[in-house]
């Protein structure tokens, strides 16, 4: 099966500043998504990273704060732009194959905002 | 958007069955029903899926009524490994196509006892 690994695993932000995450997948993938899980909750989809064009948003998330790269069929990369202490959170990617129901999570990337 | 409840918490002893019973009266005809673990400091990995009667592999099984109002995942003989928190999904999309989104509720934390 896949490998799918994060970069940075965690990190330590000051207010106002922006972190680019990095998610890669060890084999071509079509779906690749984003999600947030603040402490102690659950997840929460932020956007459908699609290759070749624009990715697609859920309520509540805009491209201008989460910018979203998808430039092939194994990386994707998640920013988190103009950051404040409500952005702490963990970060997390997945892709799907033939099941969309059925995802591969990366270990997550626990940002952390001052 | 079909919506899930199931229990917040669960505690069982080693050895014992589990059983973790999760509703969603909205379910539409065309949704699977889906399963996920998570591990502290871990992505969500996936258990089972469903649509109808019962499935089972080599980690879980499914139960799952002709009405397709709830469903059970049953964990034989669980061990202290299987402490995490156990989330029941169900694909639905407002705009009707799935297209890979996962919405997770809050789960259930499963605590084993020795």
């Known amino acids: 099966s896949a490998v799918i690994s994060q970069k940075p695993s965690r990190d330590i932000c000051q207010r106002g500043t922006s972190l680019t995450i990095q998610c890669q997948v060890d084999?071509?993938?079509?779906?690749m998504f984003w999600y947030r899980q603040q402490p102690g909750q659950s997840l929460t989809l932020i956007a459908t990273?699609?290759?070749?064009?624009?990715?697609?948003?859920e309520s509540g998330f805009v491209i201008d704060k989460f910018p979203i790269s998808r430039p092939n069929l194994t990386f994707s990369t998640l920013t988190v732009s103009n950051m404040s202490p409500e952005d702490s959170s963990i970060y997390l990617c997945?892709?799907?194959?033939?099941?969309?129901?059925?995802?591969?999570f990366g270990p997550g990337t626990r940002l952390t905002v001052l | 958007l079909a919506k899930t409840t199931q229990p917040i918490s669960m505690d069982s002893y080693e050895g014992q069955e589990v059983n973790i019973t999760c509703s969603h009266n909205?379910?539409?005809?065309?949704?699977?029903i889906t399963w996920y673990q998570q591990f502290p400091s871990q992505g969500p990995r996936f258990i089972i899926q469903?649509?109808?009667t019962k499935v089972t592999n080599e980690v879980a099984s499914l139960f799952i009524p002709a009405d397709r109002k709830s469903s059970t995942l049953s964990l034989p003989r669980v061990s202290l490994s299987d402490t995490a928190v156990y989330y029941c999904l169900v694909g639905a999309n407002p705009r009707g196509s799935t297209l890979g989104r996962l919405y997770f509720g809050r789960g259930t934390q499963l605590t084993v006892w020795p």
């Open positions: 084999s071509q993938v079509t779906m």
């Open positions: 909205n379910i539409a005809t065309n949704d699977y």
């Open positions: 990273a699609n290759q070749g064009s624009e990715a697609t948003y």
């Open positions: 997945s892709f799907s194959r033939v099941s969309y129901n059925e995802q591969f």
């Open positions: 469903g649509y109808k």
